[in-house]
T-cell receptor, first 111, second 113 residues
Framework: GDSVTQTEGPVTLSEGTSLTVNCSYE??????LFWYVQYPGEGPQLLFK?????EKGSNRGFEATYNKEATSFHLQKASVQESDSAVYYC??????????FGLGTRVSVFP | DPKIIQKPKYLVAVTGSEKILICEQY?????MYWYRQSAKKPLEFMFS???????DNQTASSRFQPQSSKKNHLDLQITALKPDDSATYFC????????????FGPGTRLTVL
């Protein structure tokens, strides 16, 4: 089956520093890739979709480029804020109808 | 206004009982899904429906039965509840295409005693 592996958290940062959450995947199908963010007590919120190889997705200062050769799509943000504290999930949709999620990376940003 | 409504927000049940989790979406989508999130298996896909028909079932147990009475409703009936069923259950929806973004509801947190 499909699988997604991402940076093991927690990740602790100071405001204004950069964030990278690594994500790699395995699938025998051509995937559509997503990043989601989840705040305490809420459902996952879509950050953005990256449907095609070598394309970049972005939203709210976050971005990720789908590297088909490396089967990866790492999440990056140049300058984080305290409000970016959350759990970040990479996910893919390939063979199954539903999304396959990574285990999530808890990010804490301190002022 | 919330676009995906899940009811109730919290649910406590006793072992062996039966509960129904409610999901309604007002995004105009024709595909709906159920996911489960627990400490042991974060964000696990369970079912998908498209145009009120079951498309994919990744749940091994027949104790979990989705029910679609209207095209924007997908409820989840769980019978013979076990403590291991304790989790937060999320409903999601999307357009019925392979690369469509899925949008999630706020979840129902189920605790089985």
């Amino acid at each position: 089956g499909d699988s997604v592996t991402q940076t093991e958290g927690p990740v602790t940062l100071s405001e204004g520093t950069s964030l990278t959450v690594n994500c790699s995947y395995e699938t025998k199908q051509y995937p559509t890739l997503f990043w989601y963010v989840q705040y305490p007590g809420e459902g996952p919120q879509l950050l953005f979709k990256v449907p095609k190889a070598n394309e970049k997705g972005s939203n709210r200062g976050f971005e990720a480029t789908y590297n088909k050769e490396a089967t990866s799509f790492h999440l990056q943000k140049a300058s984080v804020q305290e409000s970016d504290s959350a759990v970040y999930y990479c996910a893919l949709r390939a063979y199954a109808q539903g999304l396959t999620f990574g285990l999530g990376t808890r990010v804490s940003v301190f002022p | 206004d919330p676009k995906i409504i899940q009811k109730p927000k919290y649910l406590v049940a006793v072992t062996g009982s039966e509960k129904i989790l409610i999901c309604e979406q007002y995004l105009g989508h024709n595909a709906m899904y159920w996911y489960r999130q627990s400490a042991k298996k974060p964000l696990e896909f369970m079912f998908s429906y498209s145009y009120q028909k079951l498309m994919d079932n990744q749940t091994a147990s027949s104790r979990f039965q989705p029910q679609s009475s209207k095209k924007n409703h997908l409820d989840l009936q769980i019978t013979a509840l076990k403590p291991d069923d304790s989790a937060t259950y999320f409903c999601a929806s999307s357009q019925p295409t392979g690369d469509a973004e899925q949008f999630f509801g706020p979840g129902t947190r189920l605790t089985v005693l």
